[in-house]
């Protein structure tokens, strides 16, 4: 390879000895850049759960994914329908929908929750985060703001274990279902971006730095669940 001026600044060695170290440096950086993954499949593996095998909670956090002109995209309608059927088998008496609502002409709990009271969820079963920007943000405001402490994370297969190592470090004992997504170019752009977002989570759970945006605390859940 070369660098400015034509010099060349790397090149794979030409002695045995020297291509050794080489392969060894390449396995070693694969495996630095492979850990976070490996930790979260090792970490949070056991707890996805078929939707008719996950555990009771009070409540199911459906994380956003996209809206198509202001209606939710088909993975998070895929989402939902996962979480309306958790209502309906009374695994949990709740919804909580998080987000990004970060534009007045982009909101994704409102759609969500318009989504689920069509499909048959009371809208008073159903409370909205506007502000859940990213996967720890939304795992640290159901905790901090809402009050979660036991949940059902409904996502792809690709993000559940990420949402569930995070929610856990966040403070919530959670289960995961894995909504079964067509493999599709979405699912493929899904679960590459995942390897890359394994190493954020990963300093986001030995962090916990405060979310984008904190507020005060909510008491929607807690009517919710009355």
């Known amino acids: 390879m070369r660098g400015p001026r034509g010099r060349t600044w790397w090149r794979w060695p030409r002695t045995r000895r020297g291509q050794r170290r080489g392969y060894q440096v390449v396995v070693a950086l694969t495996v630095l850049a492979l850990a976070p993954a490996t930790w979260l ?10 939707l008719d095998e996950v555990p009771r909670a009070p409540v199911a956090v459906v994380f956003g994914a996209g809206l198509w002109d202001g209606e939710p995209s088909p993975y998070l309608a895929d989402r939902l329908d996962a ?13 909580l929908v998080t987000g990004d609502h970060g534009r007045t002409d982009y909101d994704e709990p409102d759609a969500m929750r318009r989504y689920l009271v069509r499909h048959g969820v009371p809208g008073r ?3 909205g985060d506007h502000a859940g920007f990213d996967t720890w943000d939304s795992c640290s405001r159901a905790r901090r703001i809402f009050g979660v ?53 990963a300093a986001e759970a030995a962090l916990r730095p405060d979310p984008r945006f904190l507020g005060p605390r909510e008491p929607g859940l807690t009517a919710a669940l009355r």
């Open 83 to 95: 979480a309306v059927r958790l209502y309906r088998r009374g695994t949990v008496r709740a919804v």
């Open 125 to 127: 079963r159903i409370v």
């Open 149 to 201: 402490r036991q949940a059902v994370l409904v996502s792809q297969g690709f993000h559940i274990r990420r949402a569930l190592a995070l929610c856990s470090a966040a403070g919530i004992d959670a289960y995961g279902v894995g909504v079964a997504t067509p493999h599709d170019v979405t699912w493929v752009y899904g679960g590459v971006r995942e390897i890359a977002a394994a190493g954020k989570a």
């Open 41 to 50: 499949n090792v970490s949070a593996g056991p707890r996805v759960r078929a």
